[in-house]
């Protein structure tokens, strides 16, 4: 419900604008996710970057989305979430602005960075604003409309990356200025101010410095200790991210305001899902990450085809997730979420199989098939236990908690598992070296699957009428996509009071 206490009706003028301004600035960020790996093996050449250069350029984004999207939501709850969506829009044009003039890699880095900040104001605001202006049965057809549109936005993002590309690397972040300028008149004109009267009035400072702080060291020390250099730095960084971390448990244990409400994982169900969206989105992290590097270095795939590889994920999880959703209500999570990550994991390991002079019908398509279909039946059903275990209280801190641990999760995978597999230095320039690194690094992530897997199967034990809380109804739990990876993420939650 908007300030002045009117809700906004479906099929409306005051309706269609609200739809247009979120759906276009969610979508900044869906198709910036997108198109930036698309466009890791032109940039780096031009900039003379090596490959732990790239893995700043998409790290460094992710880093400051996963440790600020929380803070980002409460901040719109208390001073409005248009006030906030508007403010992340121009930040996030500004970032981009500074990314298509970066005379180097390590400007790019900062101004990724930046972006990420951008994003973790945009993002949760996008769909805090359909929560709030709609109510009831408007509230479903809004999110469903937002859910539909947004992942069709997200579809036409490898091909328009690709596109992109071929002309020159840069205008994949200087295309995003005048959509920028659209949504924000649009959203001043036309979208009402919403907030939460009843947010706590402190915010957590504290947990948001610590969480950054310890990602930013972990994820400094596994990228540097990848190269062979940093010696004392490496260890140092390491242990004070470790540090950082731990402090930042504890911090939220005793806040009265957390981020983090820990009491949720309290509930075993609640916990082995994190567990299984911690292994799942690792290993996608790494995936979407190497394989437009493979398809372009060593298969000698255009931009344009390496970015459009992907679609047919996209368009099988836009068909088949609410049905896995739906058989998830029906029999329980435990199967879905079991076979969905292993039949992942066959996608991965098929992914061995892309290496010089690759066919896209006989070596890409199966594998991004099989890889369509195991996540059609992993994410729907994930979703809805991660909201239905935690109970309709506290729904919107259980999406956020699940959205921040699939971005720190490729985040921190993006940063070591390439080290694992012996990537380093200019192997993204070298055909054979990465053909051998990316092999490797797809079947570590094919055993992270396997894992969640054996999570779900051990975790999801109980049946669908033990859940603490009447299950989420699926038809309202389409799919957001995943900021950090161009694929269908967790779900953010349609609660008017939802952080994110």
Same mark, same amino acid.
């Given at each position: ?12 003028? +005051? ?27 032109? @940039? ?9 250069? @790239? ?5 460094? %984004? ?11 939501? +409460? ?9 906030? &969506? ?50 009831? $049965? ?22 328009? $990356? ?52 310890? @990602?930013?060291?972990?994820? %400094? ?43 949720? *994982?309290?509930?075993?169900? &609640? ?9 799942? %989105? ?23 085809? +390496?970015?459009?590889? #992907? ?5 099988? #999880? ?18 879905? #979420? ?45 979703? +809805? ?42 192997? %993204? ?8 690194? *990316? ?62």
């Amino acid at each position: 419900m908007t300030d002045d206490g009117a809700a906004i009706r479906m099929g409306t003028p +005051a309706g269609r604008w609200v739809l247009l301004a979120t759906i276009a600035g969610s979508g900044l960020a869906m198709l910036d996710a997108t198109v930036v790996n698309v466009a890791l093996q032109r @940039l780096g050449r031009d900039l003379g970057a090596g490959f732990r250069d @790239l893995q700043w350029i998409v790290n460094a %984004y992710t880093l400051t989305l996963a440790a600020l999207i929380l803070l980002g939501g +409460a901040l719109g709850d208390r001073f409005g979430r248009r006030r906030v &969506f508007v403010v992340g829009v121009v930040w996030f044009a500004v970032a981009s602005l500074l990314c298509g003039i970066a005379p180097d890699a390590e400007f790019l880095v900062a101004a990724r960075a930046l972006q990420g900040v951008g994003g973790a104001l945009l993002t949760p605001g996008s769909l805090a604003i359909i929560s709030a202006s709609f109510e009831g $049965g408007e509230r479903a057809r809004a999110i469903g409309a937002w859910s539909g549109l947004a992942g069709l936005a997200g579809a036409v993002g490898p091909f328009l $990356g690709g596109w992109l590309v071929e002309l020159d690397w840069r205008a994949v972040f200087l295309v995003n200025l005048p959509v920028a300028a659209f949504v924000i008149a649009v959203t001043l004109r036309h979208v009402p101010e919403t907030r939460d009267v009843e947010s706590p009035r402190g915010l957590d400072i504290s947990g948001t410095v610590l969480a950054a702080s310890g @990602l930013g060291g972990l994820t %400094y020390a596994l990228t540097t200790a990848g190269e062979g250099d940093g010696g004392t730095a490496v260890l140092l960084s390491g242990t004070l991210g470790v540090a950082a971390l731990v402090g930042f448990v504890l911090v939220e244990r005793r806040s009265p305001h957390p981020l983090v409400p820990l009491s949720l *994982f309290a509930d075993r169900r &609640f916990s082995s899902t994190n567990v299984v969206t911690l292994l799942v %989105y690792s290993a996608l992290g790494v995936f979407f990450f190497l394989l437009v590097l493979q398809l372009q270095t060593v298969s000698g795939f255009s931009p344009l085809l +390496a970015g459009t590889a #992907m679609l047919p994920v996209t368009a099988l #999880m836009l068909l088949l997730s609410s049905r896995a959703g739906a058989l998830a209500e029906r029999i329980g999570p435990r199967l879905p #979420m079991t076979a969905g990550p292993l039949l992942a994991a066959t996608g991965f390991l098929l992914t061995r199989r892309i290496g010089p002079q690759a066919s896209y019908l006989l070596d890409v398509l199966p594998a991004v098939v099989v890889l369509g279909l195991g996540l059609s039946l992993t994410v729907a059903p994930l979703t +809805a236990t991660v909201l239905g275990s935690a109970g309709q209280r506290h729904a919107g801190s259980a999406s956020g908690v699940n959205n921040a641990i699939a971005r720190a999760a490729g985040l921190l995978a993006v940063a070591v598992i390439p080290v694992v597999a012996g990537i380093s230095g200019d192997d %993204y320039t070298e055909p054979v070296a990465f053909d051998i690194g *990316f092999d490797t690094a797809m079947t570590i992530s094919a055993v992270l699957l396997a894992l969640g897997a054996a999570v779900s199967a051990v975790g999801l034990r109980e049946p669908v009428a033990a859940r603490r809380a009447a299950p989420v109804q699926v038809g309202e739990l389409r799919l957001a996509r995943c900021v950090h990876c161009g694929v269908t993420g967790p779900q953010l939650h349609p609660d008017e009071r939802a952080r994110v």
